[in-house]
């Protein structure tokens, strides 16, 4: 009896459809949970969640640096949650020589699922965040707009691709007001259909250098999430820039320890 009740179990949990997804499930991506991509599914209406990261830097000629990566999230209405970000870090960061304390911008972004996966047509939700210059040398309002694609790869994984579009209109001299991107992620649960507790992460994403003249830089990254309890997951992963031309700055490595709660 346990064999099939274990297959039902499993099959459950990974057809949660978007837009009825747990506040904080191991098999529910957001972006820095612990790479960089989303994926299309929402919160559920009246779900709360709080993610907190802890990440090491240790970008390219700099000394290493660490920040603290917050986020609640408040599902508003059905197939939609709004969030509220901090990103507070001190020591080395890529970009610039300033080692000090650097609260960081405060966001506030806006989710919303269009439709969930029906034959070969994807998930597809937008995600937009306005970052507020409250962080060190921070000049004018920026803003992130993030459309995000989901779908089935083989029988147990599933692809996410994230577009992205950076706009900083009082960005200072020599740096870009506008920054394309784009985030390839690929997400495959861990020990299934055995066991349904850990979901594997890998991505691989393109992005513009922050300076006029510079060239992309090229990221990968490996993760996992695990459940450790009914509502709270832990997050593990590693980044690193492993290409870039025209001198744009990047991190050698990054690494990423996290914890959200639902309630």
Known sequence: MKQPLIWITAMTAALLPAGAALAVDHNNVDAHRPLSFDDAESLAYREQALEFGLNLVWPRNRPLGAGLEGEYLYGFARNSHASIGFEPSIGGRAGGADTSFDPGNVSLGLFHNFNRQYGNTPAFSLRGDVFFPTGRHAQGTAFRLRGIASRQAGQYGR????????????????????????????SRPIGYPTHFQTTGLAEVSVRSGEERGTGPVIGVGIGMRRQVGNRSVVDLGIQSDVAASGGAPRDRLRFIAGYSAGF
């Open 159 to 186: 692809l996410h691709l994230n577009v992205d579009l950076t706009g900083n209109p009082g960005a200072r001299s020599g740096e870009r007001e506008f920054q394309p991107g784009l985030v390839l992620g690929y």
